[in-house]
């Protein structure tokens, strides 16, 4: 595990994390192994319809906290808190999430 300094925080980076540690995302609920950073990427193909999907963020009581569209081969990280859940309205559809930190 690799720790570099971000502010008062050590940001601990998920660089041995495998294959494994790759989730799908569906209409059920998940942590992403209780990460604050998840890096996001949408695989499906761009010539097919839609080529984006919303990403649902709830809170441990599962209330929509936050929600936004990730684009189809655009990668990104988002920060959210560790007991907060991600989803999407679907079962899965090639959105992928890993945890590639944990501030804190």
Known sequence: MNASLLGSH???MNLSGGINSIEELTYYPNHINN?????????KDPSSS???DTVIIKDENGTVQNSFIVYAHVPMIIKKDRLHTLEIGTAGNG???TSVGIEG
């Open 95 to 97: 959105l992928f999430a």
């Open 50 to 52: 839609p080529i984006f």
């Open 10 to 12: 050590v940001l601990q």
């Open 35 to 43: 990460a604050n950073r998840v890096l996001l990427n949408y695989t």
